[in-house]
């Protein structure tokens, strides 16, 4: 277990760690500060949050494309990204008005946010003030570890494939697993991450040079656009939309990314971080998903990388280095995860949290092989995390914020603008609502599918 002064050394400015799979590290470095530099810059920002963004859900946008077709693919991808940055805009201003009611200079973090707004909130939200943090908590952890299984499975996956070229072609999905579990294993044990940041900013631009290689597939032999579907069918959409709200969202990076900013001010302006960041992020999201699903049609697999002709040398380093990239992600992306137990025990059993903690950090990772194992599907685990996770946290929890922490202030300001105040926030949450019921419904029914055969 990180000792203070392991986390507080971690966390230091001149640390690099690769946030592009694995936003959710600067939640936890930002927790772990006893004092606070706003130090982060305009433009380090802005890099920040488009890493956080661009993470193994982009890999996957043809898949979606597939799903939903590819004049609903583009329709949805720039809704689905302007909810998203809308959602993400009501999330800092919350919280930068929370901060000051509670008189904490620092920031609060998501789930101190949503503690803070209930508190605010009308009498009748106070007392479950307790409960809506914890139940955040839960979410965020969930979130985890379901981007934990979709890595285990994207790597086993994309090793099956390289190995499949040398052998009989016939390589159990789960064989791969079973090959990287002591070397995923090993990783939890680690004190001082800073051992992985060599590591991590190598394969980043390893990372890039791949992309580039799979652009170079992408536009190779590009068919024509009459063979591939406008709009695809109604039973596949939803998985479509939980794919995209997956690769869309990084609600983990922003709060900390806020409170670490020299002038937060320019988080959230006209031309601040979240529109010059995510805006041109959604453009990217949807060119890969349409010329992704226009050049391997029908035929798109949950990641782009199981596309490409595993023959050929190019397509299996890409693949490997990818697989890399998620490995040292994989060691990374447990810290919130950790951070959030380890307060569990300081709480409950102090005199037993390490014991607590090294039996958690075990099981989670036995945890996360197992379902990876059983639910062996990457499309449809992709959908399923993204429409359960983050249709709650990314979209239906920063429109409550914003209802509790500003109700008060809008009925000061007449009957109209608090009825529209009242209907944007409501509008949000059913759409969270009708992605989470509707996507998690098809999602299972795919996972229970697969698994009967």
């Known amino acids: 277990m990180p000792t203070k002064p392991d986390m507080e050394e971690k966390s230091h ?15 936890i470095e930002s927790n772990c500060k006893d004092t606070r530099e706003r130090s982060t810059t305009f433009s380090q920002s802005i890099f920040h949050l488009v890493k956080a963004s661009l993470g193994t859900g982009i890999l996957a946008m ?35 008005e ?40 839960t979410l965020i952890v969930l979130y985890q570890l379901g981007s934990n299984c979709i890595y285990i499975v994207f790597i086993s996956e994309n090793i099956k494939a390289v190995v499949d070229v ?10 791969c697993m079973f090959a990287i579990l002591i070397p995923l294993w ?5 004190k001082d991450f800073k051992v992985l940041s ?81 805006i041109p992020i959604a453009g990217l999201y949807a060119f890969i998903g349409f010329f992704g699903y226009l050049r391997y049609g029908e035929e798109t697999k949950g990641s782009i990388t199981l596309d490409l002709p595993s023959e050929e040398i ?45 039996i958690l950090r075990t ?34 929890l920063p429109a409550i914020i914003n209802q509790l922490t500003f109700y008060e202030h809008y009925r000061k300001q007449g009957k109209w603008r608090y009825v529209i105040f009242c209907l944007s926030n409501l509008a949000i949450v059913l759409v969270a609502i009708f992605a989470l019921v509707v996507g998690m419904y098809k999602s299972v029914t795919n996972i229970m599918n697969t698994m009967e055969k």
Not at 186 to 190: A, D, G, N, P
Not at 213 to 239: C, Q
Not at 329 to 354: G, H, M, Q, V
Request: charged residues 15%.
């Open 13 to 27: 400015p001149d640390t690099k760690i690769d946030m592009e799979m694995a936003p959710s590290v600067i939640d």
């Open 166 to 175: 040398y052998t009989d072609g016939n390589t159990d999905v789960r064989m």
């Open 363 to 396: 099981s989670t990772v036995l945890i996360t092989f197992i379902l990876a194992g059983i639910f062996a599907n990457l499309e449809d685990m992709i959908a399923l995390i993204g429409t359960l996770c983050l249709s709650t946290v990314g979209v239906a």
């Open 198 to 278: 060599p590591f991590s900013t190598i394969v980043t631009y390893l990372t890039m040079a791949s992309f580039t290689i799979i652009f170079y597939y992408i536009f190779r032999d590009m068919p024509s656009l009459e063979h591939r579907n406008k709009v695809g069918t109604a039973s596949n959409i939803p998985l479509a939309l939980g794919t995209v709200l997956f690769a869309m969202e990084a609600i983990g990076a922003i709060l900390p990314l806020l409170n670490d900013m020299k002038y937060p001010e320019r988080f959230s302006s006209k031309f601040g971080v979240i529109n010059v960041s995510l």
């Open 98 to 137: 929370l901060s000051k009611t509670e008189q904490n200079d620092k920031g609060l973090n998501y789930a101190e946010t949503v503690e803070a707004a209930f508190r605010k909130g009308p009498i009748f939200f106070r007392k479950y003030a307790k409960l809506a943090r914890f139940v955040t908590d």
């Open 62 to 96: 043809p898949s979606a494309f597939k799903n939903a077709g590819y004049m609903v693919g583009i329709l949805g991808t720039i809704v689905i990204g302007a909810i998203c940055t809308y959602t993400i805009h009501i999330l800092t201003n919350s919280s930068t």
């Open 314 to 358: 190019p397509a299996q380093i890409t693949k490997l280095i990818l697989s890399l990239s998620i490995f040292i992600c994989y060691a990374l992306s447990n810290l919130i995860s950790y951070d959030i137990f380890e307060k569990f025990f300081d709480r409950t059993c102090p005199r037993n949290k390490n014991v607590g903690m090294h």
């Open 186 to 190: 090993s990783t939890i044990w680690l």
